[in-house]
């Protein structure tokens, strides 16, 4: 029941940039709710990246950029590394809802 | 360092009944608002319910609501989740999460994560 919508995979070689949408609606993202971005590696539990948008907490590479447009986040991963395969969720508020909302979640994986 | 750790999951009959536990520790615990996050094996993750710091509101997601309730000892610096009802859907690792104000709020983030407890609801 994810109320907000991401791309089931992306992919990329070493080096590349990839990027990770995160549609919403006007309840969440379209009312200018901040949204977040959570890096998830197998068997393990998630762990923050990015969050207000595009701010980044101490420890993660600046390879990891945030950016808003209307009802849409995108997460960028720039530089990609064989590290950096995981899923990927967005997480944001929504108003009709009155709680958090995650995203659907996306499934980097380094060719 | 912000230490969450959570336990009491285990295998429950559907219909049956569980508290699962978070024992929190390296943060000011009573300031601080505190979620429960599931995720089914496999799938996505799934916001469950929120507590503000002196446990005066409680917000649940809409598959807990009237089964599942959520509370808090500050004096112990632990949440819990009394889950009642459970369907097989319910099976799913819960994870603590740690927000980053006093309340459940629009612009809020979960800054720490336990390792999570599985909750397994089958006959």
């Known amino acids: 029941q994810s109320v907000l919508s991401q791309p089931p995979s992306v992919s990329g070689a070493p080096g590349q940039r990839v990027t990770i949408s995160c549609t919403g609606t006007?309840?969440?993202?379209?009312?200018?709710?901040?949204v977040h971005w959570y890096q998830q590696l197998p068997g393990t539990a998630p762990k923050l990246v990015i969050y207000g948008i595009n701010k980044r907490p101490s420890g993660v590479p600046d390879r990891f950029s945030g950016s808003k447009s209307a009802t849409t986040v995108s997460l960028a991963i720039t530089g990609l590394q064989t590290e950096d395969e995981a899923d990927y969720y967005c997480?944001?508020?929504?108003?009709?809802?009155?709680?958090?909302?995650f995203g659907t979640g996306t499934k980097v994986s380094v060719l | 360092e912000v230490q969450l750790v959570e336990s009491g999951g285990g295998l429950v009959q559907p219909g049956g009944s569980l508290r699962i536990s978070c024992s929190a520790s390296g943060f000011t615990f009573d300031e601080i608002a505190m979620s429960w996050v599931r995720q089914a094996p496999g799938k996505g993750l799934e916001w469950v319910s929120g507590?503000?710091?002196?446990?005066?509101?409680?917000d649940y997601g809409d598959s807990a609501k009237g089964r599942f309730t959520m509370s808090r000892d500050n004096a112990k610096n632990s949440v819990y989740l009394q889950m009642n009802y459970l369907r097989v859907e319910d099976t799913a690792f819960y994870f603590c999460?740690?927000?980053?104000?006093?309340?459940?709020?629009?612009?809020?983030?979960?800054?720490?994560w336990g390792q999570g407890t599985l909750v397994t609801v089958s006959s």
């Open positions: 507590i503000s710091w002196n446990g005066a509101r409680v």
């Open positions: 006007s309840s969440n993202i379209g009312a200018n709710y901040d």
């Open positions: 999460a740690k927000d980053v104000g006093p309340t459940t709020a629009g612009h809020n983030w979960f800054e720490s």
């Open positions: 997480q944001s508020y929504d108003s009709s809802l009155s709680g958090y909302v």
